[in-house]
């Protein structure tokens, strides 16, 4: 309804994925770089999790987009509860095989030559499987089964795990899944986007359906859809369809921030958004930990212990990128490497903006240890004195 009146070709806040739609937040940005590097190496496991509506779905929508299908075969699942069994003939049928019966025997079989297929073919397979906190362990195990094809050294399997914060705990936590853990060669975490990406997300989506700026936005509104969203993506769009559809109704050009109010008040009794205010249970169980005396003298707000640690993180960040960075420029697939190129120049500027910093980090960080000693000296000297 509010296309017609705000002259829209699409709809521009659909709620299912369409990699027509992605928006290069911080966070997927980042992920994407995962998603290059891991693809690059052509083996192993995938990982990437998020909140239900956080943007999993259409960040590897936009990525198989942009894969030469000629060069590598996808084949995707949407899991529902599935044991070891069930999980092998679903993926037989996403590759397109027609198993008779159900004999895991045979599902394997098939599976297993439709991999040396492709690969003779000069084609790389991968395996996408979405909602992965419905696999059973023993599911998730039979799919690290299947990473063990191979024509002579080569892997003929690469899988990437899409699923919900659960889903990380368990691939983390469980022991029966330390052969897969171990196989795990890029993994991120989808993060809510920032207050400041919410207006360019929404400017960005209406512009794809042809928006020349009617209707306009109060910048309250940008503010007031962050609070009520918690930045998550779906919500985001659950929120604009229903103030597009008020500012259609009553017909306004200029969307403010009484409309939205309006429009959350509504929501609100209708349930349709989470109560975003919840702290995760992380959050909930750092606050409950009772405070340690730290054992070490601290620079003003750290341990000297987490001083290390930082300084050590920042090295090892910087090597990473470093690393990924290497992969990525001698990569010879040309698919992967077109995707990836913009995440690979963000990545050289992270680590040049990184090595910047770390000469005047550690420098200060040095003066302060400096200072710190030398008044423990003197008052040990003081009391020497006295």
Not at 70 to 81: E, G, I, L, M, N
Not at 267 to 275: F, V
Not at 356 to 372: V, Y
Request: charged share 25%; with cysteine.
């Amino acid at each position: 309804m509010f296309e017609n009146f705000y002259g829209l070709t699409g709809k521009p806040f659909q709620l299912t994925p369409d990699p027509e739609f992605y928006f290069r937040s911080i966070t997927h940005r980042k992920a994407l770089s995962y998603l290059g590097y891991g693809l690059a190496q052509g083996e192993g496991f995938i990982v990437i999790t998020g909140e239900v509506g956080a943007g999993k779905s259409t960040l590897v929508a936009h990525m198989v987009a942009s894969i030469d299908p000629s060069q590598v075969t996808v084949a995707q699942v949407v899991t529902s509860k599935l044991d070891e069994e069930e999980i092998v003939h679903v993926v037989a049928q996403a590759f397109g095989l027609d198993i008779e019966g159900h004999d895991k025997a045979s599902a394997l079989g098939a599976i297993e030559s439709l991999l040396h297929e492709e690969a003779r073919e000069g084609r790389r397979c991968l395996l996408v499987v979405d909602e992965s906190q419905n696999l059973s362990v023993k599911a998730l195990e039979e799919l690290r089964m299947l990473s063990n094809f191979q024509l002579g050294s080569h892997p003929l399997l690469q899988t990437m795990l899409l699923g919900q914060p659960e889903f990380r705990i368990t691939l983390q936590s469980d022991p029966n899944l330390e052969q897969l853990r171990q196989r795990v060669i890029a993994a991120h975490h989808l993060e809510p986007m920032q207050q400041g990406e919410i207006e360019p997300y929404i400017t960005h989506r209406l512009q794809r359906v042809g928006w020349k700026g009617n209707p306009s936005f109060d910048q309250r509104v940008f503010a007031g859809m962050f609070e009520a969203s918690g930045g998550i993506p779906r919500r985001v769009n659950q929120i604009a369809n229903r103030l597009l559809l008020l500012g259609a109704v009553e017909q306004r050009s200029r969307i403010d921030d009484a409309m939205l109010k309006a429009v959350l008040a509504e929501m609100e009794d209708e349930k349709a958004l989470p109560d975003t205010s919840e702290k995760a249970p992380e959050a909930v169980a750092a606050a409950a930990a009772p405070e340690v005396a730290p054992a070490a003298p601290m620079v003003p707000g750290f341990s000297m212990e987490e001083v290390e640690k930082m300084l050590a993180a920042r090295d090892a960040q910087i090597a990473e990128l470093q690393q990924a960075v290497v992969e990525l420029s001698n990569h010879q697939d040309e698919a992967i490497a077109a995707a990836v190129r913009p995440e690979l120049q963000a990545m050289q500027e992270q680590i040049a903006r990184l090595e910047a910093k770390s000469f005047e980090q550690e420098r200060t960080i040095r003066q302060t240890l400096t200072m710190l000693i030398e008044w423990i000296e003197g008052e040990m000297d003081e009391t020497k004195a006295a």
